[in-house]
């Protein structure tokens, strides 16, 4: 099966400009997304779509393979999609299923993507999934940042909010405090199906992308992880992950 990784960045974050090349222990964050990503024994290739050259030319110098996309991308699903499309016509080889990994998720790991994409290899129903891990404060609960998750007794998704979900306010404070990874493998022809989909509202009134897939009826399953992981939305949550992997060992694989 031809499993390919896409990490879309680009240096226009309004949160965070530049952040794809905030550095971290003297390697891009895009990098170490890439390299890590890369580690994955489920994957064919792994590659960086962007529109800025600046990107492209760390990447190709680094040894990562990288495609250019149009600078026109309000999302990161149709800024995947135009990278997949000219992976397949340059290699020749039609893509299985695509995994997502956003360029703001440095301490990702490759039994992180192995894990997400288990359940497509599994079960042909699955057209997309999500990982999911568990928040350890009430603080990083109610941060808007993060997007939160609650799942069916399947682990389905139900809702996806930047709101504090389920509520702490009725007196029962011990809730399942989860938040979505931005690792999202999937199929081919679903991705391109996604882009094809309306948006809808609850997607726009929560800036989640994934609604669009449960607000039209769908799927997306969820996949918990324990590994410990934090993106990077603001320059504070940089300074986090620089402390939290400075005794990473997976991170020396690829800096030596």
Same mark, same amino acid.
């Given at each position: 099966m031809n499993i390919v990784a896409i990490i879309p960045a680009r240096m226009g974050s309004s949160r965070f400009p530049g952040k794809p090349m905030a550095d971290i222990h003297g390697v891009p964050m895009v990098g170490h997304v890439t390299f890590r990503t890369a580690m994955s024994p489920t994957l064919t290739a792994t590659y960086v779509a962007t529109c800025d050259q600046e990107i492209q030319d760390y990447a190709e110098g680094a040894g990562l393979k990288a495609v250019m996309t149009g600078d026109h991308h309000v999302r990161c699903t149709t800024r995947t999609a135009e990278a997949l499309l000219k992976i397949e016509a340059t290699t020749g080889k039609r893509v299985d299923i695509v995994v997502m990994v956003q360029g703001d998720e440095p301490m990702v790991t490759p039994d992180m993507i192995d894990a997400a994409i288990a359940p497509m290899l599994a079960d *042909? +129903?699955? !057209? /997309?999934? !999500? #990982? =999911? +891990?568990? =928040? $350890?404060?009430?603080? $990083? &609960?109610?941060? *808007? !940042?993060? /997007?939160?998750? /609650? /799942?069916? #007794? !399947? %682990?389905? +998704? #139900?809702? &996806? %909010?930047? $709101?504090a979900v389920p509520s702490r306010k009725k007196g029962v404070t011990d809730v399942p405090m989860q938040k979505q990874v931005c690792i999202i493998p999937f199929r081919r022809d679903y991705l391109l199906k996604f882009n094809d989909m309306q948006e809808t509202p609850l997607e726009i009134i929560e800036s989640v992308d994934m609604m669009r897939i449960l607000e039209h009826g769908e799927k997306v399953r969820m996949v918990p992880t324990d590994k410990r992981t934090l993106s990077v939305d603001t320059p504070e949550d940089l300074a986090r992950v620089v402390d939290m992997m400075a005794e990473d060992s997976l991170r020396l694989v690829y800096t030596k």
């Open positions: *042909p +129903a699955v !057209n /997309v999934t !999500n #990982l =999911m +891990a568990r =928040m $350890e404060t009430v603080e $990083e &609960f109610e941060d *808007p !940042n993060e /997007v939160k998750v /609650v /799942v069916d #007794l !399947n %682990s389905d +998704a #139900l809702y &996806f %909010s930047r $709101e």
